[in-house]
């Protein structure tokens, strides 16, 4: 029986229509002898209805069905009777009596719960195993069609806009000053190796020299690095590079590749252009470099406050050239202990050797530290953090940047904190899009005693900062940018380095790379930038992460067909796996098992 229709298709204005439906027995109910079937494909549900006074043979074939298994039935289009319509399903209104049944595959019991209720309860690692199963539940289907319409809307876009879709290697040399990369062993040249490309940074910028001047790709891209919910080992990346352009013309031309995946997905109007914060800014006032604006909980300076203060912890950390710091959790004076406990290992673990506190109940501060602090010091803690009952602020005093990471931390977990008790509502449809930009270009490795690339080394400085490359990397600012939701980095990018004088400077006389290995690497690049390279720049963000956000969901591994786990393993598959003896030998390779 060849299908006629999908399972969400039929209406009544398909009655007494003779129809062939195919699909899996989504549940199945015994009504006095007549059998329901709920049949489900990708698009939907169609009930059909086995009534054993119409054909008895088919009334006992389908009172022996499985869910699961796989079906195709033919019959007609019958109203459903007065009390029965489901206003839920597009077919609600309808039911096919069933003339014909053909019984394709016989399903075993599931081992959990197809559906999305019972489904999210199942443990992770079970969902992952049985991946053919878990895509069958609906939510599971929406998210692998939401990340469809996402790409094809960027395709739409990139088209319209006349760039070019170029695909390029997968295996690539190794560059060890990334993160950490998988090799791939040459069998034809003993002893050498490829490595799995952990972007097409180097492509793109060669397609630029090559005049393709505008190129997008939605690549696959390799990394070996320790796994969380918003990172996998392999990933997608839509990867865009242009010629001619500044960094105003990167920023229109992004935000309007999001506006349109907004419209055409969710059907929402993204307002554009987006604000613009410079990193010191955003370190200064939300402690990250990717901070979520929805809530309104930000970073004092209290430093010349405490400048001279009795309380001898503040007073020599600004003395020492630090800085204090503080925020106002507003309405968590309810802390408990133990969450109090959590939040100080918490400012621990990034190097504070406590967390100094005011808790303020009853109209009266309490904390050890308050007694320190002279009616002047209160006054501005009052007035700069708008101080009131029920408030529970937190200070940090240390090195700028340290005091920046560890009160921007303390904010995240304090906005958790203050959802739990629904005293803030942060909605994952209220999209804060941001530009973050002017980042150093350098920063300094204190182990190492040298710089290293904030971005990446092909990173064009500012143009009035350029100066300071010899005398003061560090105070050279980047044309780098990123684009942050909500406290997500989505992507970022930057207006590259085309002049082969400067780009070798920057390897060899800044970030200390010698001659020999800047050859070896980049010596294929810096030899096609002789040859006539454009000005350019460009962007790459991560498909997997913003398709995430779309659907609502915190794990990207929710919106990948075949994700692997946190330790890196296909639980379905089952890899990785031991290869033989024979193989390794092909490769010139053995195995030193680790003690």
């Known amino acids: 029986m060849n299908r006629t229709h999908h399972c969400a298709q039929l209406t009544l204005a398909d009655l007494n229509a003779s129809v062939a439906l195919a699909g899996w027995v989504d549940s199945i109910r015994d009504h006095g002898g007549i059998i329901f079937i709920d049949l489900r494909d990708r698009k939907g549900i169609t009930q059909v209805k086995f009534d054993p006074q119409d054909n008895a043979n088919l009334g006992t074939q389908a009172a022996h069905l499985k869910p699961e298994s796989v079906i195709s039935i033919a019959g007609n289009v019958v109203p459903r009777p007065a009390g029965t319509i489901n206003s839920g399903l597009p077919t609600g209104e309808i039911e096919v009596a069933a003339t014909a049944l053909e019984i394709l595959n016989v399903s075993e019991t599931p081992p959990f719960p197809l559906d999305d209720v ?39 876009y990139f088209d319209a806009q006349e760039f070019i879709e170029v695909e390029t290697p997968a295996l690539f040399k190794s560059t060890p000053e990334g993160a950490r990369e998988y090799l791939v062993p040459s069998r034809i040249h003993p002893g050498e190796f490829y490595a799995l490309s952990q972007s097409p940074q180097q492509f793109k910028q060669i397609l630029m020299v090559a005049g393709v001047e505008k ?23 839509v990867d865009v590079e242009a010629s001619f352009i500044d960094r105003e013309g990167i920023y229109s031309l992004f935000e309007g590749m999001l506006k349109k995946v907004w419209k055409d997905v969710l059907n929402h ?13 955003a370190m200064n006032r939300y402690g990250v470099d990717k901070p979520d604006v929805r809530f309104a909980i930000e970073l004092v300076d209290f430093s010349e406050t405490f400048r001279n203060s009795t ?31 959590s939040l100080e290992e918490i400012a621990k673990s990034l190097g504070a050797k406590g967390l100094a506190f005011i808790k303020v109940e009853g109209g009266e501060w309490k904390s050890p530290i308050v007694k320190f602090f002279n009616d002047a010091e209160k006054a501005e ?12 602020v937190f200070f940090a005093a240390a090195p700028w940047e340290k005091a920046c990471a560890i009160l921007g931390r303390l904010r995240l977990e304090a906005a958790t904190l203050l959802q739990k008790r629904g005293k803030l509502s942060l909605r994952a449809d209220d999209w804060k899009f941001l530009w973050v ?50 406290g997500m980095e989505l992507g970022g990018g930057s207006i590259r380095i085309h002049q082969p004088a400067l780009q070798k400077k920057v390897f060899e006389d800044v970030l200390k790379i010698p ?74 390779i053995q195995v030193v098992m680790p003690e």
């Open 311 to 341: 309380f001898k912890v503040f007073q020599s950390t600004v003395a020492g050239g630090g800085v204090v710091k503080a925020i106002n959790a507003k309405g968590l004076a309810d802390l408990t202990q133990g969450e109090n406990k």
């Open 515 to 588: 001659a020999d290995v800047v050859e070896s690497r980049f010596g294929y690049m810096l030899k096609a930038f002789t040859f006539g390279a454009p000005p350019h720049g460009g962007i790459a963000f991560g498909l997997d992460r913003m398709v995430a956000l779309l659907c609502g969901t915190t794990s990207i591994r929710d919106v990948i067909a075949f994700p692997k786990t946190q330790k890196g393993q296909d639980l379905m598959a089952q890899s990785p796996t031991p290869v033989t003896p024979k193989q390794l030998k092909d490769l010139h």
């Open 118 to 156: 019972g489904g999210d309860k199942v443990n992770e690692d079970l969902r992952l195993t049985y991946r053919y199963l878990d895509l069958r539940r609906p939510k599971m289907r929406r998210n692998l069609q939401v990340r469809h319409r996402a790409a094809k809307s960027i395709r739409d």
């Open 381 to 392: 803690l009052t007035a700069k953090l708008a101080i009131a009952d029920g408030d529970m």
């Open 269 to 281: 109007d993204l307002p554009t252009p987006f604000p613009r914060m410079a990193f010191h800014d």
């Open 437 to 486: 930009i002017d980042f150093p270009l350098m920063s300094h490795d204190e182990v190492e005693n040298r710089y290293v690339a904030t971005h990446h080394p092909f990173t064009a400085p500012v143009p009035e900062d350029a100066g300071l490359l010899d005398s003061d990397p560090k105070k050279v600012r980047g044309q780098h940018y990123d684009v942050v939701l909500n």
């Open 215 to 237: 190129y997008f790709q939605i690549a696959r891209c390799f990394r070996d690095e320790d796994l969380r919910a918003d990172r996998q080992m392999e990933f997608t990346q």
